[in-house]
Nanobody, 117 residues
Framework: QLQLVESGGGLVQPGGSLRLSCTAS????????MGWFRQAPGKARERISC????????NYADSVKGRFTISRDGAKNTMYLQMNSLEPEDTAVYYCNAVSTGPRNYWGQGTQVTVSS
């Protein structure tokens, strides 16, 4: 079964940190560009960060720039999102996405991140 599985979400206080993971099973991420998206209640899904297949190029939405870091580990077939200085506005369901030629497009099931005191 080809799938992406996110983990690492949870409840954290403002100013805290979390690291999200996105692991592929059934296929290798080597040729896939990847991204993290989030969707808050009542809002559209937005892309917050993306990384090239080689990992050499990254991009961030202004809302998370300087606080979040995207990375990938080919040996572990996993992508990460390190989130620091979390704010209540970061509360959302976070999704990972992998795209390649073909076209191949996979989404994870989502992981909830709640930032609250």
């Amino acid at each position: 079964q080809l799938q992406l599985v996110e983990s690492g979400g949870g409840l954290v206080q403002p100013g805290g940190s979390l690291r999200l993971s996105c692991t592929a099973s059934g296929f290798t991420l080597e040729t896939y560009a990847m991204g993290w998206f989030r969707q808050a209640p009542g809002k559209a899904r937005e892309r917050i960060s993306c990384i090239s297949s080689s990992g050499g190029s990254t991009n961030y939405a202004d809302s998370v720039k300087g606080r979040f870091t995207i990375s990938r580990d080919g040996a572990k077939n996993t992508m990460y999102l390190q989130m620091n200085s979390l704010e209540p506005e970061d509360t959302a369901v976070y999704y990972c996405n992998a795209v390649s030629t073909g076209p191949r497009n996979y989404w994870g099931q989502g992981t909830q991140v709640t930032v609250s005191s």
